[in-house]
């Protein structure tokens, strides 16, 4: 959960405002069987940090914003369609303090009210199959594949004694990195960028979203339940084998053999405690927040390979510490 004291970004503000009417339209399309569904989760609200990344990367390349809704509301609908299968697959039972759409409405309209926002996000695309949309359909897809290999292997890992640190980050590279650089390229494709410019900002997205990720991956296990809304170890409860688990079992063999036994069974709140203090013992903690603030260095360091817009880089950096500015 991003820190509600950090102030939101100009762009993030407005790219809420801004695609609203064209969200709203889209789910319109959809069945009727499934608009009170999507609206409630949509109503949940969001920081649309991905919309957001679209429209400043149309900005950045000298675009239009208007010419990159259409990319804004598809990057949007994919979001939202994996995390109304992920609070399946994790058995959430609230998301923003609402209960899921799983819960309230049940599994099976769950899964298909995902598979219905997976669907319009191309129909929204390609409503005007120009090659430029086209070109940001494709690179669409391809996250799209990227993150759902990352939630397979999330899955996977699971049911494995032990996880490299290189196999998680590979992982969290795909699961999260891959639709936050897929945002701001598009944008980019959208707004007429070169193949040069495209690249960096898709670079800049996929980094910060690893870093996103390993700050997420921390507060799985040292957050604040005030502020994550989950309970303190909820990726211990889960058994997931997270960031701060793989580094620790990288540091020692005694370490990696006691938490392996810890991990193999259900677990009670002794169990979580126990595996947490093991994990942060091991320096796992801080390696994990070092590992975060690397990526962030190396989003920020893609932006200066590339031509932008000054005013929208400044506000692209200030997305970037926004989306990592969690509370640890």
Known sequence: MIDPAVPVPTTLARASVAIGPSLDAAVDRLDPSLHEPVRHHLAGGGKHVRAGLVLLGARAVDGREEDAYCGAVAIELVHNYSLLHDDIIDGDRERRHRPTVWVRYGEGVAIVC????????????????????????????????????????DMAFEHRPRVTVDECLAMERSKTGALLGA????????????????????AYGEHLGIAFQAIDDVLGIWGDPNVTGKPVGADLLARKKTLPVAVAMASDDGTAAELEEILSRE????????????????GAREAVAGIADDHLKQALGALERAALDDAAKEELVSVAYYVTARDK
């Open 114 to 153: 995902g598979d219905a926002l997976a669907a319009l996000a191309m129909q929204v695309l390609f409503d005007d199959p120009s090659p430029t949309r086209i070109r940001a359909g494709a690179l669409l897809a391809d996250a799209n594949q990227a993150m759902i290999a990352g939630q397979s292997a």
């Open 183 to 202: 945002a701001a390229a598009i944008g980019a494709i959208l707004g007429g960028g070169d193949d040069g410019t495209v690249n960096a900002l898709g």
């Open 267 to 282: 677990l009670g709140t002794d169990d979580v405690a126990r595996a947490s203090r093991l994990i942060e013992a091991s």
